[in-house]
């Protein structure tokens, strides 16, 4: 076994946090900017930039700003059925991050269930961990109950309306159907023709885990109390379902004409707030009409703030059901998703894992622009009485961590290094809220959540390294997430994350003011923290642990993806890269869907688009043993939701990256995409990136800087480059090399960069190019 050191990139230093980079004047050379010959000195020494078009103000013409046109372009992307679904991973799904609700046809029955699941809802036994004390509890379904025998179905999932509609045929007659979520309230509105008539009816589940497919419950759990019903005064049925552990989960629904419209409250430890909770929110929804109005409003307003087109009809699809996905499943201050989301169904994993599933639900919100949904932030924020809590005793008074699983409170004790525990995934996750503070520069991120509870973290792992014979520090054992085999030392995930977080903290405290007396201690562990653990296949899971056996994580690799410490900007570490990413793969058996899109978004960093949509495409190809399914969602053995979210961040990767301070635009388009349409896409240090790329060719780049971050663009252009402030004037730059030009770009401005003449600037839909059929059952 040999180990490798992390060498520092050749190219120009590059900041953990994105800080900015000196560069000198440079001549007009091809794919630079062209230099002013007057008064073209900006305060860096830099050089203005000019070019056909300079002095005249230019402005984007965006054809996506009507209701019309984002209605006609997403009713392209909709979900059809033509068959009934039986099976929860091809029926529609509805949500507000809270309430959620998938359709399908009752088992063995003449009816259609509409599950009612609420991501709030849990038990409250941490005694019994997350699998059965603290799991989510199954709260319900509705079926809708036709006379005659169902012989047809015709359906749309609308995206632009977040509304379900169409049709059921029988052998008596029609119903008529549409059903949405707002606000923490089931609405629908069915009316029937012919011999149909509408029946509802509401079915309790009992409180008990889903883990019970796999498992009895542990000794000494005894059963939650059975449910009871009432109706209220004004004819609101409800069912009420006390927990042995404290609190209560509250149904409420009441029909109205067509209409059907539900609730659930979930309140700990008060056993009467859920009832208030569910009737106050049915009081906000006199209709389903009323209801729709707002809830249309909302999800009209949310598609505008970011616009991406590709021509493969089928993945472009995907990917904007990916973000009506993640909108029904995450809003800030709500609860961090579980890995069903508010989708609950019969899974051995009924809480929130925090190996991989968290961090991966969540990149896709950044460059889609959506900061509001993240909810992982909020929670770590307020949990931090409780990941402190998770260590033993004795670290308390400086450290945090979180195990495996917990539930939304993060309830779950953390082992410590030497025992062979898992002991990064907390630090892992704070790197998912380090994005949404990079690509927002909101600094109260970085101050109340991120500094503080990474700090602890760290510190908690800096209790366990200790000096080996060689003066390097060494960390003892701990678990690579998922791998069989437990390394004596140094297990390279934890290395991984000791390196990015020293590293963050340092550059958060003076980016900060602090003057932390940890300081000299990070220091030290970056200078002398153990190499890497690498051999001939490239990294190891461990010190004298090879990668021998398949395996679906990529934990071993986290230095290279998704931190990016080790990366393809280094020439040096390029090897390693590939061979590391070979071995991985080449080693089957225990790969899984987020197995190919983790290798897709790795290939994507290297520019290789067309190795890196082969193994994208590998997780919709049914013939593997764990494809992405008919309503894109995705189940192992049971439901998993951040698997098609993270094929979505690797289409991100390949259109748009920003790591290491640098937004690279198109740097891993497949050579079969052709066009391809950014509009504000949101990248590291708080930009809007739009870009049009046209036969192949990227035809202009504009980028609005929401913070004044320092800009370096790798714009992909080639010949002489116009450089445009939006008022006309040619923008300040400086030329770093390797096709990255520095751009000054103060806050609330925009750059336009082009090649040859100024292009028509000009946002809309690209053609199709790769037809293909609607996801659900068309």
């Not at 004047?25 to 830099?46: D, I």
């Not at 908690?460 to 200790?466: A, G, K, M, V």
Request: proline residues 7%; aromatic residues 10%; hydrophobic residues 35%.
């Amino acid at each position: 076994m040999t180990s490798q050191p992390e060498k520092r990139s050749p190219v120009p230093r590059r900041s953990v946090l994105g800080t900015a980079l000196g560069g000198a004047a440079v001549a007009a050379l091809p794919g630079t900017a062209r230099a002013e010959q007057s008064e073209g000195a900006g305060p860096s020494g830099g050089t203005g930039s000019a070019g056909e078009g300079a002095g005249r103000p230019w402005r984007l013409r965006d054809t996506m700003t009507s209701d019309s046109a984002w209605e006609e372009f997403l009713r392209g992307q909709d979900l059809l059925w033509t068959r009934l679904p039986t099976l929860w991973y091809e029926g529609p799904f509805l949500g507000d991050g809270l309430l959620g609700s998938m359709v399908y046809q009752e088992p063995g029955a003449n009816r259609i269930r509409f599950t009612v699941q609420h991501g709030r809802v849990q038990d409250h036994r941490p005694e019994f961990g997350s699998g059965w004390g603290t799991c989510r509890l199954p709260v319900g379904h509705l079926t809708l109950d036709p006379v005659g025998t169902i012989t047809a179905v015709d359906w749309r999932l609308s995206l632009w309306n977040a509304e379900l509609t169409g049709t059921v045929t029988t052998t008596a007659g029609t119903l008529t159907l549409s059903a949405l979520i707002h606000d923490e309230v089931f609405a629908a509105r069915v009316t029937a023709a012919g011999g149909e008539k509408v029946t509802w009816t509401f079915h309790p589940e009992d409180a008990v885990s889903p883990r019970k497919i796999q498992e009895a419950p542990p000794a000494g759990y005894t059963a939650n109390p059975p449910w009871t019903t009432r109706t209220t005064a004004d004819g609101t049925a409800q069912v009420l379902q006390p927990l042995t552990g404290g609190g209560r989960t509250a149904t409420s629904y009441r029909r109205s004409g067509d209409d059907l419209l539900l609730s659930v409250g979930h309140s700990f430890p008060s056993s009467s707030a859920a009832e208030a909770d569910s009737l106050r929110n049915l009081r906000r929804a006199p209709s389903y009409g009323v209801l729709r109005r707002r809830h249309t409003g909302w999800w009209h307003a949310f598609y505008r703030k970011s616009f991406v087109s590709f021509p493969d009809q089928r993945l472009q699809s995907f990917h904007w059901i990916q973000l009506y996905k993640v909108a029904s499943a995450s809003r800030a201050g709500g609860p961090v998703m579980a890995t069903s989301g508010p989708w609950l169904e019969p899974t051995p994993w009924p809480a929130v894992w925090w190996n991989l599933n968290v961090q991966l639900e969540y990149w896709l919100i950044q460059g889609f622009n959506h900061p509001e949904l993240d909810s992982l932030a909020g929670t770590l924020r307020r949990s931090q009485e409780q990941l402190t809590a998770n260590v033993p005793a004795a670290y308390r008074s400086d450290s945090s961590g979180i195990g495996r699983s917990s539930d939304m409170f993060c309830n779950r004790e953390v082992g410590q290094p030497g025992t062979g525990a898992e002991t990064g995934d907390l630090t892992w996750a704070l790197h998912t809220v380090w994005l949404s503070y990079r690509h927002s520069m909101d600094q109260s991120l970085l101050r109340d959540t991120i500094y503080p509870v990474l700090r602890r973290t760290i510190t908690y792992y800096l209790h366990f390294l200790t000096p080996g014979s060689d003066g390097k520090l060494h960390l003892p054992s701990t678990l690579s997430p998922e791998y069989p085999v437990v390394p004596p030392q140094d297990t390279n995930y934890d290395l991984a994350l000791i390196r990015w977080g020293c590293q963050t903290l340092l550059e958060s405290a003076q980016l900060l003011g602090i003057d932390d007396a940890l300081k000299p201690r990070w220091q030290e562990v970056l200078a002398r923290l153990t190499p890497y653990p690498v051999d001939d296949n490239g990294f190891m899971i461990g010190a004298d642990t090879p990668y021998a056996q398949s395996h679906r994580h990529y934990s071993h690799l986290l230095m290279v993806y998704p931190l990016y410490l080790v990366n393809w900007d280094q020439p040096e570490n390029r090897d390693l890269i590939t061979k590391s990413v070979v071995r991985w793969h080449a080693l089957t058996g225990a790969h899984r869907g987020y197995s190919y899109t983790g290798a897709a978004s790795i290939y994507a960093m290297t520019g290789d688009g067309d190795t890196a949509i082969g193994y994208l495409r590998k997780f919709f190809d049914p013939s593997t043993r764990y494809p992405c399914r008919a309503n894109t969602h995705y189940t192992e053995a049971g439901p998993v939701i951040e698997t098609p979210l993270s094929a979505s961040q690797s289409l991100h990767d390949m259109f748009c990256q920003s790591w290491g301070g640098v937004v690279r635009v198109f740097p891993a388009v497949p050579s079969a995409w052709k066009d391809v349409t950014l509009h504000n896409f949101r990248t590291q240090g708080a930009f809007l990136v739009s870009a049009v790329r046209t036969a192949g060719a990227t035809r202009f780049i504009r980028v609005r800087s929401l913070a004044g971050e320092p800009l370096r663009l790798r714009h992909g252009l080639s010949g002489t480059l116009t450089v445009l402030l939006d008022d006309g004037t040619p923008a300040h730059t400086r030329d770093l090399g390797d096709g990255t030009l520095a751009i000054d770009l103060p806050k609330g401005r925009e750059v336009l960069v082009h090649s040859g003449s100024r292009p028509d600037l000009v946002i809309a839909p690209v053609a199709v190019s790769e037809p293909g059929a609607a996801w659900g059952l068309p």
